[in-house]
């Protein structure tokens, strides 16, 4: 069964430091791994893609990797601002599924 | 881009009543819409996925008597909360695949069962 772990469940940083968020599954057989954010009460935004084939993706401060074969992922946030305070969420797309299996999570907070 | 609208955001129902949440894919048809459920600071628990025009399969220990879904078109899913307790607070959230976009979610309902 595949199980999707996220560390650090909670990080608390000043405005402007690069932050790194971790990601490992356990079962790599996968399809794609996402990152997502969801803001207190709301759905999720989709921040980045990663295909099994791929190694990383980049959007704007947001850079995602992707290590299948060690089951890990990481999502780096460049020079952090409030607006980034949210939850994060890593999710992987687990062969010959339609479905989604999403990490435990990490709530961010970043101060001014 | 793909746009998947949630409504209620948010009820409150007495024990005993149903609440229907809908989720309905708006520019786009979803043959496969999937519902979530997450409580207070924890990660989303897929409670079933639903296909258009057929059976939804139930993810293991959720009760498809409990949670009826209903996607009886390609832009509408239906999840029933039947004989709702409080325990059943919490927060469900939508999510519909597309071929072209990938998965789009919904806001999200909060319940509340008093």
């Known amino acids: 069964k595949q199980e999707v772990t996220q560390i650090p469940a909670a990080l608390s940083v000043p405005e402007g430091e690069n932050l790194v968020l971790n990601c490992s599954f356990t079962?790599?057989?996968?399809?794609?791994l996402q990152w997502f954010r969801q803001d207190p009460g709301k759905g999720l935004t989709s921040l980045l893609l990663i295909q099994s084939s791929q190694r990383e993706q980049t959007s704007g401060r947001l850079n995602a990797s992707l290590d299948k074969s060690s089951g890990r992922s990481t999502l780096y946030i460049a020079a952090s601002q409030p607006g980034d305070s949210a939850t994060y969420l890593c999710a992987v797309s687990p062969y010959n599924t339609d479905k989604l299996i999403f990490g435990t999570g990490t709530r961010l907070q970043v101060f001014p | 881009g793909a746009v998947v609208s949630q409504h209620p955001s948010r009820v409150i129902c007495k024990s005993g009543t149903s609440v229907k949440i809908e989720c309905r894919s708006l520019d786009f048809q979803a043959t496969t819409m999937f519902w979530y459920r997450q409580f207070p600071k924890q990660s989303l628990m897929l409670m079933a996925t639903?296909?258009?025009?057929?059976?939804?399969?139930?993810e293991q220990g959720v009760e498809k008597d409990k949670f009826l879904i209903n996607h009886a078109s390609l832009t509408l899913s239906t999840l029933t909360v039947t004989s709702a307790h409080p325990e059943d607070s919490s927060f469900y959230i939508c999510?519909?695949?597309?071929?072209?976009?990938?998965?789009?979610f919904g806001s999200g309902t909060r319940l509340t069962v008093v």
């Open positions: 639903s296909n258009e025009g057929s059976k939804a399969t139930y």
């Open positions: 999510s519909a695949l597309w071929a072209s976009y990938g998965y789009t």
């Open positions: 079962d790599s057989a996968i399809y794609n």
